[in-house]
């Protein structure tokens, strides 16, 4: 399987905005005996040259993960909208744990604001939001990956599609 030369390539427009939106993402991995790793990621954001996908995590929350990810395993990023179960997985063989930059810190910071307005409309409270993203500076990591493939998980008939890039480079719709 080899790697889109960029997310236009792999992602439509709309697509690419939803996984940065702020949403609820999970992360996961597995160890060499298959063991999986799991954890949430707090924002996504596209790298500034638009090849990978920068995913902010807590690093005390996520040391499994991250020792999967350093020993060199695989990726699976899964982008859940609460509110309508809008789902999208995202696959990559290259990810790599790096520290935050002013962009993820950014990514951040919207990410919150979004995510506390989608709970918000399912009945959770500002104080709740600032929880889920409590999170000591210097315990922030992020894991940088170039996507490969890209599902429909949307529950529904489509559920565990491929999406595939159509040969104009436009990568179709997730809905």
Known sequence: MECAPGLDKLLSADNLAFIQKGISISVASRDRRLVPSLSRALACVRSE???????????SQSQDLLRDINAGSAVAV?????STHRTLQIKG???????????????LARSKKAFGHEIGQ??????????????????????????E????????PGAGGVLKPDPSGQAEPGL
Not at 49 to 59: G, K
Not at 78 to 82: L, N, Q, R, V
Not at 122 to 147: C, K, S, W, Y
Request: net charge negative.
């Open 49 to 59: 040259d638009s090849t990978q996908l920068r995913l902010v995590l807590v690093a």
């Open 78 to 82: 899964g982008f859940t909208e609460p």
């Open 93 to 107: 063989r290259d990810a790599r744990v790096e520290p935050l930059s002013n962009l993820d810190r950014e990514a």
């Open 122 to 147: 399912l009945g959770f409270d500002d104080a709740f939001n600032q929880r889920f993203f409590h999170a000591e500076p210097h315990d922030l990591v992020v894991i940088a990956f170039t996507p």
């Open 149 to 156: 493939v890209v599902y429909q998980q949307t529950p529904g």
